[in-house]
């Protein structure tokens, strides 16, 4: 239809934007900045620029009379994290919870991605594709939220298991609970990419398999696993880093000490205003993501093989 | 129905187990919004009685409509900044090759990678070095450029789509570039921009972590939210206001799906 209307319109006649728009074909690197220079200065200046600077910001310090910021280079704040041992409890807690909330999702999202790639036809796929949808944007807070309710001591799941005779429940605010939560919010992420490597899979490959003897696991371990492998990497650098980041699961579903990084960092800036130790805290996450997203792409090149 | 006995059992387990975890998904938010109609001001559950009572006292709270007024202002902005940045991104890396574009693509896409907390402690940090007070309009710019990736994604994911043939159809037809870019292109990609301008209000309106480093004095819905359960303040209202983000960033969201297809495209 808009081809259509494409062809049936007149040719434009000579005018200044005519003249203006052949300039433009002539010169694609005027094309070419005119298009590409406001989003990059835009990124440049408010995403790359503080990147820069909360890197350069942790070799800073603050002045502990004043509280005023001292430019500087300075270990300071990197010694301090290293010798400090609360620090290494809170980043391993941090770190160890979002591995195994990237595994928890993996076995949880692989059902019912294959459900949507291998074995729904579209109708079907497009009801599941909803089904995950609806979580995946619902609020997060609604979400936390959610389990707090779920998990607290007049909650469902304390009901369910008072009726059942099984006594209270032992995760509320632990560590398992902010486990839970953190395996329930970003269940969508895995399930999605999952599917889409799955999709692309050639059906006959698995009935190839079948025909070769390979029994359901076999297949399963040799074809239909080493296919889905891209999509559970792109799905795991989503639940890892949104695990890594986050402070706000911990603070409502989390128990007395159940910091992750993100909440010494905000309690560093909220609270103690020291922004260049807060700083070198987030570059704990940031070098974990660095490193992560390396392997992922080494594990990538080596699964395209 | 097959030929495989094993395969047809193996995907009953497989059905089975899925929808175990649809259960899963789809429980905490249904129970959530059930909470918001409970006529008692503590969360027990079973739910003892129902009532519209704190439904009329959570929107008649000035906080609670305060909040959302400056929620509703940063998400249109950020949206209305995002959505231009993020299609001239997109146009500029669909139609350009360029020294550098690999790593254009790839620092466009970073702030889906990293986590929440270096962004909003980048911006904080930045703010503060900079002298810049942390005001609505941090807020927005943060918000703005957190939204960007999503909306590049999106529409980048469209042009990809598009048969190259179209525009040079239109270009030998004799139109020129504005021409073909109002009357081929822009209809062609108009349902993809459409979408991300609404996940990406949909995306601001929710966010908490790099809200909370850029916000200042500010008081967004989440924020609200988030200080009411810590301090334990107006539960009932929570869960009243909670259901209602619910629905309003999933009106976005699910019009999206009617238009394009697109929402999956994270």
Redesign the interface.
């Known amino acids: 239809m ?2 259509a ?3 049936s ?1 007149p ?2 006649a000579a005018s200044p ?2 003249r ?3 300039l ?2 002539r010169l ?1 690197g005027l ?2 900045g005119l ?2 220079l ?3 200065i ?2 440049l200046l ?6 820069a ?2 890197i350069i ?1 942790a070799f800073w310090s603050v002045d502990s009379l004043t509280g005023a ?1 001292q430019p500087g280079f300075s270990l300071h704040n990197f010694k301090s994290l290293i010798e400090t041992r609360i620090y290494h409890t809170v980043i391993f807690r941090t770190i160890g919870i979002a591995a195994a909330v990237t595994v928890f999702d993996i076995l ?2 692989f ?2 991605a ?2 949507m790639g291998v ?1 729904a036809g579209p109708k079907a796929r497009a009801v ?16 936390v ?6 998990l ?1 001591h ?3 799941l304390n ?1 369910l298991m008072h009726s059942l005779g099984l006594g209270e429940n032992a995760i509320g605010y632990s560590n398992w609970a902010m486990t839970l939560t953190f395996t ?1 919010l970003w ?3 895995m399930i ?1 990419p999952i599917a889409t490597a799955l999709e692309r899979v050639p059906r006959n490959l698995l009935e190839a398999s ?1 025909d070769l003897g390979g ?2 696991f076999t297949t399963l371990r040799r074809v239909v696993l080493p296919l889905a492998a891209p999509g559970m990497i792109a799905g795991s ?2 639940t890892f ?2 695990t ?5 699961t911990p ?2 579903v989390g128990g007395p000490s159940s910091d992750f ?2 909440n010494v ?2 309690k560093t ?2 609270v103690a205003n020291d ?1 260049p130790f ?2 070198a805290l ?1 570059v704990v ?2 070098v974990v ?1 660095g490193l992560y ?1 390396w392997a992922t792409r080494a594990l990538d090149k080596e699964a395209s093989i | 129905m097959n030929q495989y006995p094993a395969v047809f059992w193996g995907r009953l387990g497989v059905i089975a187990a899925s929808l175990v975890v649809l259960v899963f998904l789809m429980g905490p938010i249904i129970l959530v919004m059930t909470y918001a109609f409970s006529a008692s001001n503590v969360q027990t559950f079973p739910i003892q009685g129902w009532s519209l009572h704190w439904l009329h006292q959570a929107l008649a709270d000035p906080q609670v409509r305060e909040s959302a007024g400056i929620s509703v202002q940063v998400a249109c902005l950020a949206t209305l900044i995002a959505t231009l940045l993020g299609c001239l991104a997109a146009f500029t890396i669909h139609s350009f090759n360029f020294f550098g574009k690999d790593s254009a693509v790839f620092f466009l896409t970073l702030p889906i990678a990293l986590p929440g907390i270096i962004t909003g402690m980048a911006m904080s940090s930045f703010f503060a070095f900079m002298g810049i007070h942390l005001s609505f309009w941090t807020l927005v710019i943060a918000h703005a450029t957190f939204c960007t990736p999503i909306v590049y994604n999106t529409v980048v994911g469209r042009l990809a789509r598009l048969p190259k043939s179209f525009t040079e159809a239109s270009a030998d037809l004799g139109a020129d570039g504005f021409y073909t870019f109002a009357r081929v292109t822009l209809p062609l990609v108009g349902s993809a921009i459409t979408a991300a301008a609404l996940l990406a209000f949909a995306l601001s309106f929710d966010e908490v972590i790099v809200t909370t480093f850029t916000a200042g004095t500010q008081t967004t819905l989440p924020l609200w939210i988030l200080g009411s359960i810590r301090l334990g303040q107006s539960l009932p209202e929570v869960n009243v206001v909670v259901s209602a983000v619910i629905i309003f960033t999933l009106i976005p969201v699910l019009l999206v799906q009617r238009l394009s297809g697109d929402a999956g495209r994270v």
Do not use: E, N
């Open positions: 808009t081809q209307a494409a062809l319109a040719k434009p934007l005519r203006l728009s052949t433009l074909w694609p094309r070419l298009l590409g406001p989003p990059s835009w990124f408010f995403y790359l620029i503080p990147l600077v909360l910001a910021l949880l999202a059902p019912i294959y459900w074995i599941l594709g909803v089904c995950v949808l609806i979580p995946l944007w619902s609020s997060y807070l609604a979400r939220y959610a389990w707090r309710l779920i607290s007049d909650g469902i009901w329930y269940l969508p992420f999605l079948a029994h359901g650098i989503f880093s949104l890594l980041g986050d402070y706000v603070i409502l990084i993100g960092i905000y800036v909220g922004i807060a700083a987030a996450p940031l993501m997203l």
